[in-house]
């Protein structure tokens, strides 16, 4: 029977891989670089695979490095959190939380959220992963998950909704340029580009404009929001968002939004990480901001 990894030998594993170089992880480490070296030399040995590529500044991970790196980082958080747990209560929120989100939650909510979390909680970090794709909780890609849609698989629990009206937004100058009375007929929409028609308001603009087309597409928030806020045409942005003060600039354009969509943020945890210190106390942020700012309802489903 094979002998099973030491924890130590992993911790300075994911050093290296972090770092990707040995002599700063061993700096970092608080060791000499050959000790370092030959420890990882030792778990490669057990492993019968290299882990790392050397190069003459620095290292690469290997294949078998590229492998073990996802168990191995959590493995790592699964230290840390036990460490926290057994610490004074003033001190267990600390460390690390992942989130994932798409772009326009990611700038707008997310970076209001972690000024509040920086007051109450110094020694906690949000990583925000801003990303249009579905990052998986199940295999530790992220911790948190704030999503348009809502994931279902197996250990995955929905623990809140975030609630929002949509509406058109536009610059100032670009208020002043619409007729009176003006409808969504009237309007040069802005919005995602065709490769990311998942997007449910792009699929609401199409229901509601037959032969929709924009005046401008982007599969990029910052760069949709610019055109927006240079006054090229109007953005469909939520209610709850447009504290944040990098809209104070825009409006809400006199046009009804008809259409029953509302807009709707699940907060998605992996069962195995609710109840941590650290990741309630983003989970209990996002209440407070959701029942601040917006409609809140509470979840616990699997």
Known sequence: MKQGLNWEDIRLFVAVAELGSFSAAARQLGLGQPTLSRRIAELEGQLGEPLFIRQSQGCDLAPAGLRLLPAAAQMAQWAHDAEVSLARPSERV???????????????LLTQLAQGLRGRFPALTLEVLSSTQMLDLSRGEADIALRTQKVVEPGLLTVGKILSNPGFYGSRDYEASLPPGATISDLALICWSEDQGHFRINRELHRLLPGFKPVFASDDFNVQLGACVQGLGAMVLYDA?????????????PVPFDSEYRGEIFIQVHKRLHGLPRIMAVLDELECFGRDIAGYEGQAEV
Do not use: D, E, N, Q
């Open 94 to 108: 600390a460390g690390k939380v992942r989130i994932t989100a798409p772009p326009g939650i990611a700038l707008t």
């Open 241 to 253: 968002l447009m504290s944040h003060p990098m809209l104070s600039s825009l409006v809400r354009l």
